[in-house]
């Protein structure tokens, strides 16, 4: 049952790594960003704007799954399924934020949906353990 709290913690890891891009494209624009950092937003490459709507749907997505995923520790749930649809989850959002970069949007509507289904998943599993 700890797969559903190390997958919290992968997932709140992955909503900073898109931002690393973002960070960097910044530094190479230069130190004004200390200054006006949302101003700078026009002015990064596109790779870095898709890395920076990446970061900002990665925190959405965090707040569902972590709900998804606490509902399934304090229930009980302990399933292969539950554990595997946490691990989907994770993996489906690491791979979603390099699509999004990369400017795939197949694929990243893809691994979107894969990390909606986990969530789902956790939900629908935790209320039947609950109702059990």
């Known amino acids: 049952m ?7 913690a992968a997932a709140a890891v992955l909503i900073y790594l898109p931002f690393l891009l ?8 230069g130190y004004e960003m200390f200054s006006t950092p949302r101003a700078m937003f026009d002015k ?5 704007q898709r890395a920076t709507w990446a970061h900002q749907n990665t ?6 799954f972590s709900a998804a995923a606490l509902m399934a520790y304090v229930t009980g749930v302990n399933s292969f399924t539950a554990q ?8 489906a959002r690491l791979l979603y934020s390099i ?8 694929l990243r509507s893809l691994m979107f949906g ?6 789902a998943t956790l939900f629908f599993l935790s209320i039947i353990q609950a109702t059990s």
Not at 114 to 119: K, N, T, V
């Open 2 to 8: 700890t797969i559903f709290l190390y997958s919290i």
């Open 22 to 29: 973002v960070a960097y494209a910044r530094v190479r624009i």
């Open 44 to 48: 990064l490459p596109p790779y870095a």
């Open 59 to 64: 925190f959405e997505a965090f707040m569902v």
């Open 84 to 91: 595997v649809a946490a691990i989907a989850f994770v993996v």
């Open 99 to 106: 699509f999004y970069i990369l400017n795939i949007p197949l």
């Open 114 to 119: 894969i990390g909606i289904l986990g969530c």
